[in-house]
Nanobody, 122 residues
Framework: QVQLVESGGGSVQAGGSLRLSCAAS?????MAWFRQAPGKEREGVAA????????VYDDSVKGRFIISLDAAKNTMYLQMNSLKPEDTAMYYC??????????????????WGRGTQVLVSS
């Protein structure tokens, strides 16, 4: 069982920045950030393939968000810049023991954190 603990959420004005952290209790092959706004489905924001250190992003955050991993701390980060009100959501960390299938599919992930809230005001 892998435990994931997110932190770093909060309130920020549009154009501002936040950095989310996800501390993992063990190593996996793929980790990702998802978000879910009220009344909407959970959607993939970014993922990192651990062995290749290859990041992937949803088009809505490309050029604004950066996903990274501190392997020594087994902690994943999401640096969020140029935040927009539409980025407001609960953000979840997810981990996958494998690395196949679509990174955007919630069904691919074996472990989930409890989430951290991000609120962006205009």
């Amino acid at each position: 069982q892998v435990q994931l603990v997110e932190s770093g959420g909060g309130s920020v004005q549009a154009g501002g920045s936040l950095r989310l952290s996800c501390a993992a209790s063990d190593y996996t092959r793929r980790m990702a950030w998802f978000r879910q706004a009220p009344g909407k489905e959970r959607e993939g924001v970014a993922a990192l393939y651990i062995r290749s250190n290859n990041p992937v992003y949803d088009d809505s955050v490309k050029g604004r968000f950066i996903i990274s991993l501190d392997a020594a701390k087994n902690t994943m980060y999401l640096q969020m810049n140029s935040l927009k009100p539409e980025d407001t959501a609960m953000y979840y960390c997810a981990a996958d023991r494998g690395s196949g299938g679509s990174w955007k599919s919630t069904y691919q992930y074996d472990y989930w954190g409890r989430g951290t809230q991000v609120l962006v005001s205009s």
